[in-house]
């Protein structure tokens, strides 16, 4: 069977494929949050198996948003987001093992204001530029 035949895949595909780097920031952002949102859930649950997964994932897409700072460009904001992305990450660890959803939720509120500015670099963008505006996916509530 083909990986692509679900719609649902095949739009998630598009999505990515077509997307500015600020769409990609905000669309693996997007599924941060809703990978930490899952997990914070299953720790009031005492799920741990659901929430070892999906902070198993969360860091797999901190993973790809450290790969994909411009580290060449050497600039302030390449700097603060390897830290604010080193952060996280240590963050997920920590609270992983003290099964603390008040700094899951702090790092959750931060993924989203950083998730918001993309998305407002990227309309700013396209406004200037005439480039496709763009809506992500439902909102990580």
């Not at 599924?31 to 997964?53: E, F, P, V």
């Not at 996280?88 to 204001?113: I, K, N, P, Y």
Request: some cysteine; hydrophobic content about 45%; charged content about 25%.
């Amino acid at each position: 069977m083909n990986a692509y035949a679900n719609p649902v895949d095949q739009f998630l595909v598009q999505r990515v494929m077509s997307a500015s780097d600020e769409q990609l920031a905000a669309i693996l952002l997007e599924g941060s949050q809703r990978y930490l949102g899952q997990a914070m859930r299953a720790i009031k649950q005492k799920d741990y198996r659901l929430q070892a997964r999906s902070l198993s994932r969360v860091a797999e897409f901190l993973g790809e948003m450290e790969i994909r700072v411009n580290r060449e460009a050497g600039t302030e904001l390449v700097e603060n987001l390897d830290k604010i992305y080193s952060w996280w990450g240590r963050e997920l660890l920590e609270a992983s093992g003290t099964r603390d959803c008040s700094r899951l939720e702090f790092v959750f509120r931060q993924m989203g204001e950083m998730r918001a500015s993309w998305e407002a670099l990227h309309a700013r963008k396209a406004q200037s530029g005439g480039a496709v505006a763009f809506a992500l996916g439902d909102r990580v509530v």
